[in-house]
């Protein structure tokens, strides 16, 4: 959690300033929309007396073997359904909107799910990009569950799990939109479509500050530094929120409090293991091993159970000639990993099966803007 008061209150009046006031100022997104050249696929290639797990494995082949549909990834594709399934690429958000609209009609439980990971920053200019996961649950009984997943190598951060409504769905495709028209530099059709996405869900922090950067763009500063505050408001742990208001406050002059917010991310970034991780590993491709090997110390007394600490250590060991000491860690790295039997790990299976006492690493999803100076 970041460390600073803001002061701040929602503002009904304010908000309905920001936002559609009735549902038919949203356009349907239809993600889950079944078109006919899909039904009949699915009924060219899944026998009719499939059901079960051996159905889920089947429309597992469907999607990602190359005999069939062969999808492939495209962090662009943010598309609907029936789009993947036209043009055989999806982001994770697409992927799970293709996989969900299949997996309903052949009669299938399953629902989104937010999964957090290790973020991973795009630089897009002067944007910085933050990418976040998603992936599916499905319940075949009350005591089996599995979960379809584009990218099942990702580090998941922590053991909670979210499963979001299909409404939350549309906003989390509303928010990507947008985002996309921001990088395109068509700033009115972004604020639209980011609107769009808070009509149909108000608590959607990421959107709340992706709103703030794009209002920033159209110079409506009051407005933008209300929506960021919102953004931080409805979860305390939204750095670029708190980072987006110091540079802002920067810009309109205000220094001290400027240093103040971008003070209280700095100390949030330093408690953080992974932001330590992130520059060790920066460091060490520099070939500055000395810093590589303080900044892996201080992630693992932070977070002495994560594998990929030991092992990048162990690696920097190596590095500064110590090939003992790097073995030890090296080892313990990998015993870690293999004692983790609760995470996701790397595989070129996009689908697990789980029961009802596994723990699944899980929270947000989407994209969210900050600017880089």
Known sequence: MISINTGFRPDPEIENQLLPRSRSEVPAAELLEMTPEMVAYLEKHVPSDLDGWELVVQLQSLLFSEEYLGIVYDDAANFS???????????????????IALARHLGLEVNYQTAKVRPTWNRRGELLVVSEH??????LSPNSQYVVDFTPEVQLQQASAKTISDQEAEALYFNNLAVEHLIEGDVVKARDTVQHALYLDPELDIAWNNLG???GRLDQVDLAEYSYQKAFWLNRNNASAISNLAR????????????????????????????????????FEDGEFA???????????????????YLALGLTHQEMGDEERGEELLLMGQA?????????????????RIDNRSILRSTSAGIRVEFND
């Open 336 to 352: 870690l990993r293999t004692l983790g039997d609760q995470r996701y790990r790397s595989s070129q299976s996009r689908l697990r």
């Open 291 to 309: 810093d590589a090997q303080r900044h892996f110390e201080r992630a693992i007394r932070r977070n002495d159970l994560e594998p990929d600490f």
């Open 134 to 139: 998603i992936n599916a649950l499905g319940r």
């Open 248 to 283: 802002l406050y920067d810009g309109k002059g205000e220094e001290q409090l400027a240093l103040r917010y971008a003070g209280a991310v700095e100390a949030y970034k330093r408690r953080n293991p992974y932001y330590h991780y992130m520059l060790g590993n920066s460091a």
């Open 213 to 215: 950067s794009i209002l």
């Open 81 to 99: 359904a029936a789009e993947v399934f036209a043009e055989r690429r999806a982001n994770c958000l697409s992927l799970v909107n293709l996989y």
